[in-house]
């Protein structure tokens, strides 16, 4: 496909973690032959859960085909769970894309527009739970690929997955030139990033703040 045109379509939304967008379209927008649409449900501008605003998206309803649709996560996915026009046209995008994924908890996303029944799909570590509310199958893995289904854990997940992602379409050696134009080498001040390691009294101070918008997206689709 190296060769080919590769259009990416990352189906937006307010309220967004905007580097759920920017780190995957950072990495695939340098794929051979892509043409990347940003595009909301009515298009124009989006704001992100930080205020960063990400003008002249188009409209879902114009885009008419993709080879690889991306679903972000954030706060805003609560609100975007429940917009039928939305969901409807991630629906629709995924019918005809070689790849239908998502970052961090915009895998909730694909599950209520139908697209995860049966999958192993990745989230966020605190949201991963809801997952089968879709009827998905939760995978702590950083990256879950469930045949054309590829899902990112939390938030900064979204370049491994992006990089991974580009392997697929492009081949690994391109993929690394990549990783290595972006200077991707994480090596972070603290082993905190994952609850696994991050100890029981971090995960403990820090899930509470999740609980609320969990437990009111759990009553929109309980």
Known sequence: MSDQSLRIVFAIFPRLTQLDFTGPFEVLSRLPGAEVIVASR?????????GLEFGSTRA???VERCDLLCVPGGPGVEAASVDREYLEQIARLA?????????CNGSLLLGAAGLLRGKRAACHWAWRDLLPLFGAVPDAARVVRDGRVVTGGGVTAGIDFALTLAADIAGEQFARAIQLSIEYAPAPPFDSGRPETAGEALV???????????????ALHG
Do not use: N, Q
Not at 42 to 50: F, H
Not at 96 to 102: K, L, M, N
């Open 95 to 103: 019918e005809g894309a070689r790849y239908v994924t998502s970052v």
């Open 60 to 62: 879902l309803a114009g």
């Open 42 to 50: 009515e298009g124009g501008a989006v704001a992100s859960d930080t």
């Open 204 to 218: 403990e101070w820090v899930t509470p703040r999740f609980a609320e918008r969990k437990a009111r997206f759990a």
